[in-house]
């Protein structure tokens, strides 16, 4: 809520409007706006402001609700989806594919590193305790030895003895575990271990047979001490990592969901044992559904991080706020918050290094399923890396003059085809008014910011149109599109998620200015050429850009417009 405050300089008041904001867990007073020197034209000053807030409020609420009218589409249908319009392709398509690899096209690959880039913008440079490393795909297999991935990275491969399903299941769900497509009985296949393995050196006799990382994790645990020193970080801090993971998973299924090649996007976070966590948790609620609950088959209860916590249902405060961060990160990306739910793991269900587990997940159109998994590893990474390379790797705290191994308190690690295809299923929308499908995407994470039209193919339009293009290319992807009707290049760039796009016409080159669309609303403004760069970088960051023009009405047709 904003409010007024005075100041008084060198014997001097003045007016200002300030208002409290939370960022980062922490709240932080904001200047809006200078009053001016009157208390009484101030307060005036103040109201008018404050109402015109609210309004832009009820704007943005009424086009936020607008947005969560997305259409229910199915798993394959989004792969359809996805294969027609140039995001993802099976990978080696034109022989068949091959289970569990995609290929990213034109456009998934922008979705792609837009998603990445935002994660990394989040997760390291808006944070001062997290830095990052790009590890190696294939290690010094020891890594893998003492990770325990060679000796308890293991699933068990299973054939339904009555449709056929293959499906892998958990050591603990021999026997009990039934065929989720028929409920029929499992013959077991015996256990796997989903590491691929490959050989370095070209001559057989002295190659090494090595493994392709099933985790990015490690290589952040093996680098542990060299960037703690090289970076300076004090503990708690993090170090953050994006890569490609490998397993070869028995039955890859649900297009990207599972795959057998993949990227995770994962955060080792390091804190002395037992520290307590700084940041203040929100209020923001979600869904809980802990071990208790699961075995006492009640239903998931909705509540604050902040409320899981101090009932001891999340066991401790990083934990809770490190979910409600993976949460944050993706509603400030425009995700539909009532799709999110953290489910803790039952404790037979958990990975042999960790302590406790809560997943976020999300409600997929096949159900609710692990969207990122955020796992208490303790000291578990370090201490195995001591033990099997005989390095220290522990830290020498100042207060105490003792050496100690940090522990890993949370490891937040989310698989980016997951996380795009919650951003497609949230944005994929189909509208009946227009008759084409809107993707709804947020503009920091639409593969193609704008889309230059001029209205007509005449030299005049053309080479106004490719300055405003080129200057535009020196900072976003931006497209130029000249073929069909104006409202066919519309439709084609609402379904491939372009959130503005910008018409030159007569009147372009009479006045310098231009008409910009946007996307969610089809509302359209009149802006200077000038102002275009400004206006787009607003509403790129996902602000309304419709009171930085002049709101026109649909533009009447030209001689020589289709
Ligand atoms: N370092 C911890 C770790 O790898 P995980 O729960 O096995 O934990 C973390 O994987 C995340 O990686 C998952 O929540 C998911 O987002 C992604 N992921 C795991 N296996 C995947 C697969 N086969 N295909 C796509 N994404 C996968």
């Not at 208490?376 to 100042?398: A, P, Y």
């Not at 497609?424 to 639409?446: C, G, W």
């Not at 001029?454 to 106004?464: A, Q, R, T, V």
Request: charged share 35%; hydrophobic share 35%.
């Amino acid at each position: 809520m904003a409010f007024v405050v005075k100041k008084n300089i060198n014997g001097k008041d003045y007016f200002y409007l300030n208002e409290n904001k939370r960022v980062d867990g922490k709240v932080k007073t904001k200047t809006i706006a200078y009053l001016g020197k009157i208390k009484k034209d101030a307060e005036k000053k103040a109201k008018e402001i404050i109402e015109k807030m609210e309004k832009e409020k009820t704007e943005i609420k009424e086009i936020e609700k607008k947005e969560r009218t997305e259409t229910k589409i199915s798993i394959e249908e989004m792969a359809v989806f996805c294969k027609r319009k140039g995001f993802v392709y099976s990978s080696g398509e034109i022989y068949g594919g091959l289970a569990g690899f995609w290929d990213y096209g034109n456009l998934g690959v922008e979705l792609a590193n837009n998603l990445k880039r935002e994660w990394w913008q989040f997760h390291v440079y808006q944070r001062n305790d997290v830095v990052g490393i790009d590890g190696s795909i294939i290690t010094n297999p020891k890594v893998w030895e003492a990770s325990g991935h060679v000796s308890s990275f293991v699933d068990i491969a299973v054939v339904c003895k009555k449709c056929g399903n293959k499906t892998k299941i958990d050591k603990y769900e021999v026997g009990k575990a039934k065929c989720e497509k028929c409920r029929g009985e499992f013959e077991n296949k015996g256990e796997f271990n989903p590491m691929f393995t490959t050989s370095v050196g070209p001559v057989k006799e002295d190659s090494l047979k090595a493994y392709l990382r099933p985790e990015t994790a490690q290589l952040i645990f093996a680098n542990f001490k060299f960037v703690q020193e090289n970076a300076r970080m004090k503990l708690p801090f993090g170090i953050a990592q994006i890569g490609k993971s490998f397993r070869n998973e028995i039955a890859p299924r649900d297009f990207l969901f599972r795959a057998r090649e993949f990227e995770q996007m994962e955060i080792e976070y390091f804190t002395k044992p037992n520290e307590k966590c700084p940041y203040e948790l929100g209020n923001t609620e979600i869904l809980i559904y802990s071990e208790e609950m699961q075995k006492n088959k009640q239903e998931a209860k909705k509540m604050s991080f902040k409320e899981a916590w101090k009932k001891g249902i999340i066991k401790t405060d990083w934990h809770a706020y490190w979910l409600e961060q993976e949460l944050f990160w993706f509603i400030g990306l425009g995700a539909n918050s009532s799709k999110f739910r953290v489910r803790q793991h039952v404790s037979d269900e958990k990975s042999h290094y960790a302590l406790d587990t809560w997943d976020l997940e999300y409600n997929f159109p096949f159900g609710w399923k692990e969207l990122e998994g955020v796992a208490n590893r303790t000291d578990f990474d370090l201490k195995q890396h001591e033990k099997f390379s005989g390095k220290d790797l522990k830290i020498f705290d100042e207060e105490t003059k003792e050496k100690f191994l940090p522990h890993v308190v949370c490891e937040p690690s989310l698989g980016v085809g997951r996380a795009f295809l919650v951003f497609m299923f949230d944005a994929y929308t189909f509208d009946e008014k227009r008759q084409n499908i809107v993707l709804r995407l947020h503009p920091k994470l639409s593969p193609i910011k704008a889309a230059i039209f001029p209205i007509i193919k005449k030299d005049e339009y053309e080479n106004l149109s490719k300055e405003i293009l080129n200057e535009l290319k020196k900072e976003w992807n931006v497209l130029y599109d000249i073929s069909g009707s104006i409202g066919r290049r519309y439709a084609r760039n609402d379904e491939i998620g372009t959130p503005f796009c910008i018409t030159i016409d007569e009147d372009s080159l009479k006045n310098k200015d231009v008409t910009i669309r946007i996307r969610d609303t089809t509302e359209q403004i009149r802006v200077k050429i000038e102002n275009l760069q400004e206006v787009l970088r607003k509403g790129i960051h996902g602000e309304n850009i419709l009171k930085y023009g002049k709101k026109i009405e649909t533009r009447k047709k030209i001689s020589g417009e289709e």
